[in-house]
């Protein structure tokens, strides 16, 4: 019990070091007022792309690395080797949940945050790389296909558990790993409502290229 309770503890600090604000801010702009009003990777890259260019594109990518590396380290650290906490493998589980909660409830915004698809990511990479990769080949193909970052990430997250529920069928994981999944992609889906009814309106926002202006 104290081995979960510091590996969630740790797990929302490290999820809530609101990496996209920050980032945001060193560069003028208040994440949260702009574009889809969400700090994540996507709009990051998206409001600070159009203002700044390639170098506001590249701050965008590293706030997807920020925010995946602290999902990350919130999963693997209780895994170490030599830290001892009673639960050991299935702390990492806790540690993760907890980072994307800090991520999108974070308490130095304002219990405000993002929609977890990176900071899932980073740690999902760690505990179900298998899941993971589907995942992120989903998420690949929608992105390349519609332009949709959001429909990525959605459907993103029906793939992860999906493809964990296979892996328990086939005796390749544990129900933890297979609930935490389901877990995750809910969360994660509900956290892309808003996407969802621009996307069924039609007014969801692509992420488009800019082409350079006609000679
Ligand atoms: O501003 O509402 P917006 O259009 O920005 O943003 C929607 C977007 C928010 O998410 C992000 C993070 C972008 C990360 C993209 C990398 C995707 C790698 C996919 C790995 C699959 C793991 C999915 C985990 C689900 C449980 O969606």
Not at 65 to 79: E, H, S, T, Y
Not at 150 to 165: D, E
Request: net charge positive; with cysteine.
């Amino acid at each position: 019990p104290v081995g979960l309770l510091v590996t969630t503890l740790i797990g929302y600090f490290l999820g809530s070091l609101p990496f996209g604000y920050l980032v945001a801010r060193a560069y003028g702009v208040d994440i949260f007022k702009v574009g889809s009003g969400n700090p994540g990777a996507t709009n990051v890259k998206r409001v600070l792309g159009e203002k700044f260019g390639p170098k506001g594109k590249r701050a965008g990518n590293l706030v997807f690395v920020l925010d995946a590396v602290k999902g990350a380290v919130a999963a693997a650290w209780p895994l170490l080797p030599g830290i001892v906490l009673a639960e050991e493998r299935l702390l990492g589980l806790a540690g993760l949940i907890a980072a994307v909660l800090g991520h999108s409830f974070s308490c130095f915004t304002k219990f405000k945050g993002g929609k977890g698809v990176a900071t899932a990511a980073g740690g999902l990479v760690v505990l179900m790389p298998v899941s993971c990769l589907v995942g992120a080949l989903v998420w690949l193909l929608t992105f390349a296909t519609t332009r949709y970052v959001s429909l990525g990430s959605i459907l993103a997250a029906v793939a992860v558990p999906a493809t964990s529920w296979f892996r328990l069928y086939q005796g390749k994981t544990s129900l933890p790993f297979s609930l935490v999944a389901t877990a995750l992609g809910l969360f994660v889906i509900i956290r892309h409502r808003e996407n969802i009814k621009r996307l069924l309106a039609g007014t969801e926002t692509k992420f488009v290229k800019k082409s350079p202006p006609a000679a």
